[in-house]
């Protein structure tokens, strides 16, 4: 890919964050397969289960930038029951998925920091805008 490419791609935080959140309340309602509880919303999900571990980009734990077939990105969080829900960004369309890994790149690379810090960020502030955009 080339510089020119590239800036065609450059996304800011504030995309990345916004189309991480648009793209995980349209994942609901979802309902947990230990318990049967139903998250009507991505905003009931935020409210009820705890994060766990680090989320994780396959891609670009590959350094698979420019992946033709993506692997995903994950979050996990537990249900009260105790069981393991997840969030992924499959469905994500093709160019998008580029412009937010060319972003990952980029910006780990500035931030010194690897694609699950990056991806930490990002989910804590997908949880805070859930709460408090959501809301209503």
């Known amino acids: 890919m080339g510089v020119e490419e590239r800036r065609l791609l450059a996304m800011t935080d504030e995309e990345v964050i916004r189309i991480s959140l648009e793209h995980f309340a349209g994942l609901f309602p979802k ?4 318990c049967g509880r139903c998250y009507a919303t991505f905003r009931d999900y935020v409210l009820a289960t705890d994060t766990v571990g680090a989320a994780v980009s396959y891609d670009a734990e590959a350094a698979d930038w420019e992946t033709q077939q993506p692997l ?24 998008k998925i580029h412009s937010m890994l060319e972003w990952m790149r980029v910006e780990t690379d500035r931030r010194g920091v690897n694609p699950s ?5 990002v989910r804590v502030e997908v949880r805070r805008r ?3 955009e959501l809301a209503h």
């Open 117 to 121: 810090e990056l991806l930490e960020y």
């Open 72 to 95: 995903g990105a994950m979050a996990l969080a537990n249900c009260p029951c105790g069981s393991t829900l997840a969030v992924t960004t499959e469905g994500i369309p093709l160019p």
């Open 130 to 132: 859930a709460l408090a």
């Open 31 to 34: 309902t947990c397969g230990r």
